[in-house]
């Protein structure tokens, strides 16, 4: 058989990249990261990339990349600083974002929560407390009636798994807990908050589409109980329109090249992955992939490889429907800081400045063709 040499994608497939808010916007002071990095846990994340004042500029920029979506999240500290206190400057803000990308015809994703709570929500116990569940429904509602009519797509919560473990199993993120049972709770609730929001927004908006991100790693050989828990516990008690999948890790045997932080590179598992949840019926978006790779060595080759896998996934059946990088600039990688590198446009933090990377224009080709070439 001939080899085929232009993998072309089917129509209407989304492409483009991902930010979180704390990770890039800036000068936010009343979540738990910053209470965190007030009290010397963390790094701090300063003006991160003032993305909060600069974002028209980036977002001009995933327009000259040709990307036809892009995924962001809403600083749910900024639109509610006090419970019941709503910020309008902060609601003007996010309705511009959103307004200019409606207008450019990208699509949007947004991401109600991305590891961030509001001061007065980590003071109450954070996800541990069931109290946050009705609270986090409390801005989706508020989210909905000023926003709702611009989401294309929504993601309610980001990898409530990796929340729950990071900080309250592993103690890594806030609140820095090590308790098996919090972390459970955590989980649990989250996934509720998903399931509230889901069915508010669904009332607002009938043919809303509504997901969650979740990170699945391919294990190799499989492990039985983390797939339960990542996969089959996790869409067995939500409602969801579509798959929200974050995909990095590979964790088997093979030999294979690493990231810069030491992440395996392994495009094969992503194609596992997808084949994987297949069996859910539901689209699937990838709304994060991507490595550290401060030389722009590794990425064009990484996207390429990826995607080549998405290509073949999709021909054995699987129903991805688009693919958001992570991330479209470099930004604050949580408990690491400034130290790895994820962004298509590098950042220079120091004087603000912008530099497309070679394989940011090359992901671009890819974008505008629908096709790897
Ligand atoms: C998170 C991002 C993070 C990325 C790279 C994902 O798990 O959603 O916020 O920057 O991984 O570590």
Not at 209 to 215: L, R
Not at 216 to 223: A, G, K, N, Q
Not at 333 to 361: C, H, M, N
Request: with cysteine; charged share 25%; net charge positive.
């Amino acid at each position: 058989m001939p080899e085929i040499k232009v993998l072309k994608f089917p129509k209407g497939f989304l492409w483009g990249a991902a930010t979180s808010a704390y990770q890039v916007e800036g000068g936010i002071e009343n979540n738990n990261w910053a209470l965190a990095a007030f009290a010397k846990r963390v790094p701090a994340a300063g003006l991160a990339c003032d993305h909060y004042a600069r974002w028209e500029q980036d977002l001009s920029l995933v327009k000259t990349l040709n990307h036809n979506a892009h995924r962001f999240s809403l600083e749910w500290s900024r639109i509610e600083p006090q419970r019941g206190e709503w910020n309008e400057e902060a609601l003007i803000h996010y309705h511009d974002v959103l307004s200019w990308l409606h207008a450019q015809k990208i699509k949007t994703f947004i991401t109600l929560h991305h590891f961030t709570d509001p001061e007065w929500v980590e003071k109450q116990g954070g996800w541990a407390n069931r109290k946050t569940v009705v609270d986090f429904a409390v801005y989706t509602d508020k989210i909905c009636q000023r926003l709702g009519h611009l989401v294309d797509y929504w993601i309610t919560v980001n990898e409530p798994g990796i929340y729950a473990s990071m900080g309250y199993l592993q103690g890594k993120f806030p609140p820095f807990k090590k308790n098996v049972f919090s972390a459970w709770r955590v989980y649990r609730n989250l996934l509720k908050a998903h399931d509230a929001a889901y069915r508010m927004i669904h009332a607002y908006y009938p043919k809303a589409m509504v997901g969650f991100a979740q990170n699945i790693v391919w294990d190799e050989p499989p492990r039985p109980f983390r797939h339960w828990l990542r996969v089959n516990f996790p869409y067995r008690h939500t409602k969801n329109d579509f798959v929200g999948l974050n995909h990095y890790f590979y964790n088997g045997r093979k030999k294979t090249p690493v990231s810069e932080r030491g992440w395996k590179i392994y495009p094969r598992a992503l194609f596992r992955v997808l084949l994987d949840l297949k069996p859910l019926h539901l689209p699937i978006y990838i709304t994060e992939n991507g490595l550290a790779d401060a030389a722009d060595s590794q990425r064009k080759n990484y996207i390429h490889d990826y995607l080549r896998q998405v290509w073949l996934a999709l021909a054995a059946g699987a129903p991805v429907r688009g693919y958001l990088h992570w991330s479209l600039v470099d930004n604050f990688e949580w408990e690491d800081g400034y130290k790895w590198k994820f962004g298509l446009v590098a950042v220079d933090f120091k004087t603000q400045k912008r530099t497309i990377r070679p394989s940011a224009k090359y992901y671009a080709e890819i974008c505008k063709d629908n096709a790897i070439k």
